[in-house]
């Protein structure tokens, strides 16, 4: 089976601006989680998707949003993006029932 | 609430020298427990898992866990560092329910010297 894919890889984007960062999960897995890490935070839950329907959310903004397609596909979206904002983002799909996490690559993101 | 706290942001051992790294959780029911690895600039890969079977559980690279409920811990080893183990090590814990979010901790840097 083909791994979590994450797209784009790297994005550099300015202060102010939104972004829109894809992740396509392993075929048959319908969850989808999304992360945010830095260096000084660690790792940090964004949300959490299954079926289309957001199941978890972390304490992020509401800058931060997400949705899932029919095909479990998911995009998250940061509007007005901050410095601050510059981060790794990744995305870790699994299976129903199954707690065991595959991360995708993830998205460097640069906001200058 | 599940957590999880893993002692020691940076660990650096010897090249040859045991790795220790330490993870102690709590859970509010029987849990499953993880140990992910993250080389640079990667995502998070699956290093071993705890499902309630054996304790000591075997991983990839070798690595292995061993589960010790009267502890709450979850500590990884290897018996010998090499220098490709270098990178960032999560221990994780599972929600109270399959419905709910992993927990990670903060991760533990390590560093093998030549």
């Known amino acids: 089976k083909a791994g979590v894919t994450q797209t784009p890889r790297y994005l550099i984007k300015t202060r102010g601006q939104q972004v829109t960062l894809s992740c396509s999960p392993i075929?048959?897995?319908?969850?989808v989680s999304w992360y945010q890490q830095t260096p000084g935070q660690g790792l940090q839950f964004l949300f959490e998707?299954?079926?289309?329907?957001?199941?978890n959310k972390g304490n992020f903004p509401g800058r931060f949003s997400g949705r899932q397609f029919s095909n479990s596909r998911s995009e998250m979206n940061v509007s007005t993006l901050e410095l601050g904002d510059s981060a790794l983002y990744l995305c870790?799909?699994?299976?129903?029932?199954?707690?065991?996490?595959?991360f995708g690559p993830g998205t460097r993101l640069t906001v200058t | 609430a599940q957590s999880v706290t893993q002692l020691g942001s940076h660990v650096s051992v010897s090249e040859g020298a045991l790795v220790l790294l330490r993870c102690n959780y709590s859970?509010?029911?029987?849990?499953?427990l993880f140990w992910y690895v993250q080389y640079p600039n990667q995502g998070l890969q699956l290093l071993l898992k705890?499902?309630?079977?054996?304790?000591l559980v075997k991983g990839i690279n070798g690595f292995e866990a061993e589960f010790k409920k009267s502890e709450t811990s979850f500590h990884l080893t290897k018996p010998s560092a090499h220098m490709s183990d270098a990178a960032e090590y999560f221990c994780?814990?599972?929600?109270?329910?399959?419905?709910?979010?992993?927990?990670f901790g903060p991760g533990t840097s390590l560093s093998v010297i030549p």
């Open positions: 870790a799909s699994h299976n129903t029932g199954s707690y065991e996490q595959y």
């Open positions: 075929s048959g897995h319908r969850s």
């Open positions: 998707y299954f079926s289309e329907t957001q199941r």
């Open positions: 859970s509010s029911v029987p849990p499953y």
């Open positions: 705890y499902t309630s079977a054996a304790t």
């Open positions: 994780a814990v599972s929600g109270e329910t399959s419905y709910d979010k992993v927990i």
